[in-house]
């Protein structure tokens, strides 16, 4: 995973979308297994909800608050 996320962050926020891709790429495998049930059994529908919920939390983090500016 990139060791500093904020300036990926910043420009995801921005609309970069490589830079949204290079951090939905390091978290992916994070995502992956959060969509496999207690079975272990991937979960596609869930994946995909996590998905956009990660995009959206990307959008919505407030870097400010974060780095306390």
Known sequence: MTSNLVPLIK???AGDESAMEVL???FKPLLVSNAADS???????C???LSLQFILAVQA?????YLGE
Not at 61 to 65: I, S, V
Request: hydrophobic share 20%; no cysteine.
């Open 11 to 13: 420009k995801a926020k």
């Open 24 to 26: 939905y790429e390091s």
């Open 39 to 45: 079975s272990k059994k991937f979960n596609q529908d």
């Open 47 to 49: 994946y995909q909800e």
């Open 61 to 65: 983090f407030d870097l400010e608050k």
